[in-house]
């Protein structure tokens, strides 16, 4: 056989090689990704409602892969037996489906929170004040995590509590009173009194029975 068929053939035999390869790395990829799916931590046992849970988002997964509602139960049921690694990454392809579902970026920015990763923390509740502008979680998350994580970010709580509450009364003709009370809170952590106090009043306005507010609305006047 000549030198340019030996070639040839070595060529041929070379992208045959590389096709089979790549079948049966295509072939094993969707075991590999339901192993990680469904896989729990050694030693855990759920719970007969656990289980149920389980197994029927596991067989919802199997004839559609694509129902974020079964991911979401998978991811459920890891975080409640403490598996946040294996949570974490079952949302995140859940969001990869729906990646404006505010249960879904929640529940992630509550596991990064947990995980010390307060970045992406920050960008799961920044994401939901986005799509779901009035999910006061997000504001109080967000603001907590301000005020004790990210501190050089604290200031920036003020303008989104700001638009929120402004926004808010152009549809409803009035916010809820949740905004009003930790945009209070807010300059009070910040030694602003002049302008917590307003804010204060505003929530006794709307919730008369807060003691809470009453408390820091009296120490706030007693201040010089």
Known sequence: MSKKYQIFFLIVLILLIAVAGFFLYQRHQPASEENEIFSLPEGVILTEN??????????????????????????????????????EKVYLMALEIQPTNTLIL??????????????????????????????????????????????????????????????????????????????????KDTSQKEKAIPYYEKVLELDPNNEGAKIDLEELKKLK
């Open 106 to 187: 929640n529940n992630l920015g509550d596991i990064y929170n947990q995980q010390k990763e307060y970045e992406n923390a920050e960008k799961m509740y920044l994401k939901i004040i986005e799509v779901n502008p009035n999910w006061r979680n997000a504001y109080r998350e967000l603001k907590t995590l301000y005020r004790f994580h990210l501190k050089e970010k604290y200031p920036q709580i003020e303008g989104f509590l700001l638009k929120a509450i402004e926004d808010n009364k152009k549809v409803f003709g009035e916010a809820p009173v949740d905004f009003y009370s930790m945009l209070a809170v807010y300059y």
């Open 50 to 87: 656990q289980q149920i849970k389980f197994d029927d988002a596991k067989n919802s997964l199997k004839a559609n892969p694509n129902d974020h509602l079964a991911l979401i139960a998978i991811a459920q049921v890891k975080y409640q037996v403490q598996d946040l690694d294996g949570a």
